[in-house]
């Protein structure tokens, strides 16, 4: 007999795209040199990437402010600023490459992420945006899903239980683990030199 516990999708996903940005790295070094290369694989990453931020990050405020209108970006920032201020501030270490980014770093002012404005014009008017698939706003569009997912599943968890549940208990249910992604340290049981 074959049993299966509850899926989750979102993290499975997230890990699909991520091995996606893995297998990348063989082609292209993330270098700051490579910043700016674009590609159709880049294309690809990104707008998966960025299209599951949507769906994920509306979910996400949906469970701290089930009130609150959630239609756009702008105002998930607002519920995110309200309810969850650190989000904003969150790092991705990619150790692999010594790469430490803050995806969300714009919200503290008053504009939306640089890779959120390149998905939207790669998406809406390639033709003229396409260079801005690039590997800078593609890794940084990953490093977004990544914290908007783990965050999303501290809250879906909290809920299940009917009580707070801290960082390292959502990441030690997340498994497998990300693969060359990591946040905060202190979110983890253990941390794993990549």
Not at 27 to 35: M, Q, R, V
Request: negative net charge; contains cysteine; charged residues 20%.
């Amino acid at each position: 007999m074959i049993t299966f516990g509850t899926p989750k999708h979102h993290w499975n996903y997230f890990l699909a795209i991520e091995k996606d940005l893995e297998n990348l790295s063989r082609y292209i070094e993330f270098a700051s040199e490579n910043l700016g290369t674009f590609s159709i694989e880049l294309t690809h990453i990104l707008l998966s990437a960025s299209s599951e931020v949507d769906v994920i990050m509306k979910q996400l405020c949906s469970l701290i402010s089930p009130t609150q209108a959630t239609n756009n970006i702008n105002e998930y920032k607002n519920i995110i600023q309200m309810h969850i201020p650190t989000f904003i501030n969150e790092e991705i270490y990619i150790d692999r490459f010594g790469l430490s980014y803050k995806p969300w770093d714009n919200w503290r002012g008053a504009h939306n992420p640089d890779w959120w404005r390149s998905y939207n014009k790669v998406k809406h008017q390639r033709n003229s945006y396409f260079n801005e698939a690039n590997l800078q706003n593609t890794i940084n569009a990953v490093g977004a899903l990544h914290l908007t997912v783990v965050y999303y599943y501290k809250y879906a968890f909290s809920n299940e239980a009917g009580h707070q549940i801290d960082f390292r208990e959502t990441t030690r249910q997340l498994q497998p683990e990300a693969s060359i992604m990591r946040i905060n340290a202190d979110y983890y049981y253990h941390h794993l030199i990549l």
